[in-house]
């Protein structure tokens, strides 16, 4: 398969409602889709980047330009490629791994089409129905955290999980134990709000026999996550910290963390992504599917990854309206706290061109 071409769709897209964590506030997601044109089939993903470098180092804007100047000139130089072929075609550019993921999993989208293949068949999936998690952003009283979770638990999710930042710990895991109970599956992401000074706090939570607290620190610090698991009952999962498989295994074995989330984007793409499933079920450690508010083409290969053996956590793999009123593919439904696994070819899901279109504000479209 030869990539002819690459379309770069940036859309502006509503969230239904703002989501703060400790690193800001998205009221609307900036979504970068990238086609690859093919002598084949076409493929299709989105880049995980927010439109600021709030989350990582990553952001929309520098996804667009690294593609654009650096990623897509690659790909159209390594001549016949197949998905397993774009990681080395593009081993060049340091780092940019929401940008080459994006790249990986269009090109990935082309080839398993042409075969007729889905994203859950080829990366190894064993189930056809995901347990979802919804991530509870941080909001201006309790009562209205105390109803916003009340609203997705009557929706049939089944683990919540709150953000927090210093002052906005105790208190609202508190108040959601009270309203809510004991069984209730919760845990919290810090987004790497904490240090050793605040960890304090962190340790004041292990009353509330969470499933775990996501990312406490900056993400270089693994001595400190480390030293941090020694103080703390609460399972530690790091998000931000897990780049690669090499981390992962590094990250564990130093008992920085006993649970891991994997984001494809994060990491550099879906068989990135497999390889940190792999290593961690070989460590006995279980891992679990995070989300970056994405569309249904991004959504929809990250359940077909949340369908792998050793995802024994619900994910952030919520259905399309807890993000958006009108999602760009067909809607992705819950049943009875689960999604289902697209079964069609590729990422098993087909843009909404209406709606794509009413929501584009720029098209770019790069030839060799
Ligand atoms: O897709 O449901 C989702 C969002 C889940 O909380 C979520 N993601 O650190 O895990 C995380 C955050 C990163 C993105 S926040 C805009
Ligand atoms: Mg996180």
């Not at 897509?72 to 940019?96: D, K, M, N, Q, Y």
């Given at each position: 398969?030869?990539?002819?071409?690459?379309?770069?769709?940036?859309?502006?897209?509503?969230?239904?409602?703002?989501?703060?964590?400790?690193?800001?506030?998205?009221?609307?997601r900036?979504?970068?889709?990238?086609?690859?044109?093919?002598?084949?089939?076409?493929?299709?993903?989105?880049?995980?980047?927010?439109?600021?470098?709030?989350?990582?180092?990553?952001?929309?804007?520098?996804a667009?330009?690294?593609?654009?100047?650096?990623?897509?000139?690659?790909?159209?130089?390594?001549?016949?490629?197949?998905?397993?072929?774009?990681?080395?075609?593009?081993?060049?550019?340091?780092?940019?791994?929401m940008?080459?993921?994006?790249?990986?999993?269009?090109?990935?989208?082309?080839?398993?089409?042409?075969?007729?293949?889905?994203?859950?068949?080829?990366?190894g999936?064993?189930?056809?129905?995901?347990?979802?998690?919804?991530?509870?952003?941080?909001?201006?009283?309790?009562?209205?955290?105390?109803?916003e979770?009340?609203?997705?638990?009557?929706?049939?999710?089944?683990?919540?999980?709150?953000?927090?930042?210093?002052?906005?710990?105790?208190?609202?895991?508190?108040?959601?134990?009270?309203?809510f109970?004991?069984?209730?599956?919760?845990?919290?992401?810090?987004?790497?709000?904490?240090?050793?000074?605040?960890?304090?706090?962190?340790?004041?939570?292990?009353?509330?026999?969470?499933?775990?607290?996501?990312?406490?620190?900056?993400?270089?610090?693994?001595?400190?996550?480390?030293?941090?698991?020694?103080?703390?009952?609460?399972?530690?999962?790091?998000?931000?910290?897990?780049?690669?498989?090499?981390?992962?295994?590094?990250?564990?074995?130093r008992?920085?963390?006993?649970?891991?989330?994997?984001?494809?984007g994060?990491?550099?793409?879906?068989?990135?992504?497999?390889?940190?499933?792999?290593?961690?079920?070989?460590l006995?450690?279980?891992?679990?599917?995070?989300?970056?508010?994405?569309?249904?083409?991004?959504?929809?290969?990250?359940?077909?990854?949340?369908a792998?053996?050793?995802?024994?956590?619900p994910?952030?793999?919520?259905?399309?309206?807890?993000?958006?009123?009108?999602?760009?593919?067909?809607?992705?439904?819950?049943?009875?706290?689960?999604v289902?696994?697209?079964?069609?070819?590729?990422?098993?899901?087909?843009?909404?061109?209406?709606?794509?279109?009413?929501?584009?504000?720029?098209?770019?479209?790069?030839?060799?």
């Open positions: 398969m030869k990539v002819q071409a690459v379309e770069l769709r940036r859309l502006a897209v509503p969230l239904v409602r703002p989501f703060r964590t400790s690193f800001g506030t998205q009221t609307d900036d979504v970068l889709l990238v086609r690859v044109i093919t002598d084949g089939a076409d493929g299709n993903a989105e880049c995980v980047a927010l439109a600021d470098p709030v989350y990582s180092s990553e952001y929309v804007a520098g667009q330009a690294v593609i654009t100047d650096h990623l897509a000139p690659r790909l159209f130089a390594a001549g016949e490629v197949t998905g397993r072929r774009v990681h080395s075609a593009l081993g060049g550019v340091i780092g940019h791994r940008a080459k993921a994006a790249l990986e999993t269009a090109v990935l989208d082309a080839e398993l089409r042409g075969y007729g293949v889905s994203f859950a068949g080829y990366l999936a064993v189930r056809d129905r995901v347990e979802c998690g919804v991530s509870v952003g941080i909001t201006s009283t309790l009562d209205a955290l105390i109803e979770v009340s609203g997705y638990l009557q929706q049939g999710y089944r683990r919540i999980k709150l953000k927090i930042e210093p002052g906005w710990d105790w208190e609202p895991v508190h108040a959601v134990r009270m309203a109970g004991d069984d209730l599956l919760l845990q919290v992401d810090a987004n790497t709000a904490y240090d050793m000074a605040t960890a304090p706090r962190l340790r004041r939570l292990d009353e509330f026999e969470l499933l775990l607290i996501e990312q406490p620190f900056v993400e270089e610090d693994i001595a400190g996550h480390a030293a941090l698991a020694q103080t703390m009952s609460t399972p530690i999962c790091l998000d931000e910290s897990i780049v690669s498989a090499a981390v992962a295994a590094d990250a564990v074995n008992g920085a963390c006993s649970i891991v989330n994997i984001k494809a994060r990491v550099g793409g879906f068989l990135e992504a497999v390889r940190i499933h792999d290593v961690c079920a070989a006995g450690v279980p891992v679990w599917c995070g989300g970056m508010l994405e569309t249904g083409v991004g959504r929809a290969p990250n359940i077909a990854l949340a792998l053996p050793n995802f024994k956590l994910g952030d793999t919520s259905a399309s309206d807890r993000y958006f009123a009108e999602d760009i593919t067909e809607p992705f439904v819950l049943e009875d706290g689960c289902r696994v697209p079964t069609g070819p590729g990422i098993g899901v087909e843009l909404r061109a209406d709606i794509v279109e009413q929501m584009t504000t720029s098209v770019a479209l790069l030839r060799p």
